[in-house]
């Protein structure tokens, strides 16, 4: 039985530690090689999910499954074992071996909500509940530290950008970078044996999400965020792992709020749909102070030469808020945040400019009873199932003199991409995929 029950736990070790780390899930149906590719959160034999609540009277949690699966009831007993996955476990487990001695013995009352478990058991048809066996735990609080220190190798190896060629035969995809200060394409060198492809799935808005991919599912036009090694001379980028997402912009007014339903319906400016957004606490919510929108609207105009040329690009940059340390300066002033390679937080980004997702985290959250009828958005979600309900990744307001500008350009005649039909960089307001 302790032979048994070991292989057990060595299995459920290799097979779901590593993707508790990282938020993805394995099947458990065969043994996972090196690098594989992730599937369902549930099988016959396992559910794994965040705990959402724990009624230890009634002995049993209810967990919250990914894939947009619902919840499930993990039915506990006397004879349920529970074991705390090791926190140092969570920073080698994608490569290291794990055993049962990465694990540590605990009770019901080591479980909290917001943790993250595998439970071992056999699923009812329903896929409603399971019987636990064995609770495996990886806490709250150890999985956020985890994430900041895959958040922080993202942003100092990373960059995102928006795919403008694809070369199937050489495996390579030509990226043109997110930025605010300016066009600049890269190659990224994506046939590497242990690279790792992931997509956004329909209706999903999590970074963490998203779904195992391939190269043939990657378009020209996709947002694309990879992490790996740039050249020295800066040219190509090889990449270990690569995230994708077709994505949907809306732009336009608010029509209506409904607070307690947490949805707003927005009228296209560009369809003249009204689309329903549905607002989850995963969503990014933001507004963009007047200043900065002033100052990237002062850019598209001057882009689209209907406005004062005499202002460099100095003048509209987006610049560090005051009291802030680390900006360069040249000929006396402030070196605008980006030039140079030089990012946010003192940051070095391989991308050679701001990453708009970051920068837009900085700023003032918004909670959806602030929004009013009239106002101007830009919300960004996945393509769904749906053309007239979607769910916001990214909810973006203060972004009337924006939008005013793009009507006016729009009437002139001008049309471009997202963010050129702004006067912007193409991809600069590419607020799709996000950050671990």
């Known amino acids: 039985m302790i032979k048994i029950l070991r292989v057990s736990l060595i299995w459920a070790c290799a ?30 034999n396992r559910v794994i999910g965040d705990v959402t609540a724990i009624d230890a009277a009634a002995m049993s949690l209810t967990l919250k499954v990914d894939a947009n699966a619902g919840a499930v009831t993990a039915i506990l007993n006397s004879n349920t074992i529970y074991y705390r ?32 478990v595998v439970v071992l058991g056999k699923v009812s048809e329903d896929r409603q509940s399971v019987p636990a066996r064995i609770v495996i735990v990886a806490t709250k609080a150890d999985l956020a530290q985890k994430r900041e220190r895959d958040r922080e190798e993202w942003r ?33 060198a994506a046939g590497g044996e242990n690279l790792k492809f992931r997509r956004y799935a329909p209706d999903s808005v999590r970074f963490d999400d998203a779904r195992p991919s391939s190269l043939s599912e990657i378009k020209v036009g996709d947002q694309l965020r990879a992490k790996g090694d740039r050249s020295e001379d800066g040219a190509r980028f090889t990449a270990e792992e690569i995230v994708t ?6 732009r336009g007014a608010v029509e209506s709020v409904n607070a307690q339903a947490n949805e707003i319906k927005v009228k296209d400016m560009v369809s003249g749909q009204t689309v329903t957004i549905s607002i989850s606490k995963d969503s990014l919510v933001r507004r963009i102070p007047a200043e900065f929108a002033e100052r990237m609207a002062m850019r598209g105009q001057r882009r689209n030469g209907t406005g004062d040329g005499a202002q460099g690009d100095a003048a509209t940059a987006p610049q560090r808020p005051r009291g802030e340390g680390g900006g360069g300066r040249e000929g006396g002033q402030r070196r605008p945040e980006g030039v140079g390679g030089e990012a946010m937080g003192n940051r070095r980004r391989m991308g050679g400019g701001p990453d708009l997702q970051e920068m837009l985290e900085r700023m ?21 199932t749906s053309a007239s309900r979607v769910t916001a ?35 600069a307001l590419d607020i799709g995929i996000g950050l671990p």
Do not use: C, H, Y
């Not at 926190?87 to 001695?101: G, N, Q, Y």
């Not at 003032?364 to 769904?384: N, W």
């Not at 203060?398 to 193409?426: C, H, I, K, M, N």
């Open 15 to 44: 097979l779901v530690i590593a993707p508790l780390a990282s938020g993805q899930t394995t099947e458990a149906s065969a043994p996972p090689k090196a690098g594989a590719q992730v599937g369902t959160s549930i099988t016959p």
């Open 85 to 116: 996955a090791k926190s140092d476990i969570l920073s080698r487990a994608a490569t290291a071996t794990i055993s049962p001695d990465d694990l540590e013995k605990i009770s019901l009352p080591g479980v909290g909500e917001g943790d993250r």
């Open 156 to 188: 100092r190896r990373g960059l995102v950008g928006t795919v403008s060629a694809l070369n199937p035969e050489t495996r390579e995809i030509t990226l043109q970078l997110r930025s605010l200060t300016g066009a600049q394409t890269i190659t990224i």
């Open 245 to 250: 997402g077709t994505f949907r912009s809306i």
């Open 364 to 384: 003032p959250a918004v909670g959806i009873a602030e929004l009013k009828p009239g106002e101007m958005v830009i919300v960004s979600s996945t393509e769904g």
């Open 393 to 427: 990744i990214a909810l973006v307001t203060g972004v009337d003199a924006l939008l005013q500008g793009a009507a006016r350009q729009r009437g002139a005649g001008a049309a471009g991409a997202q963010g050129t039909s702004l006067g912007l960089p193409s991809g």
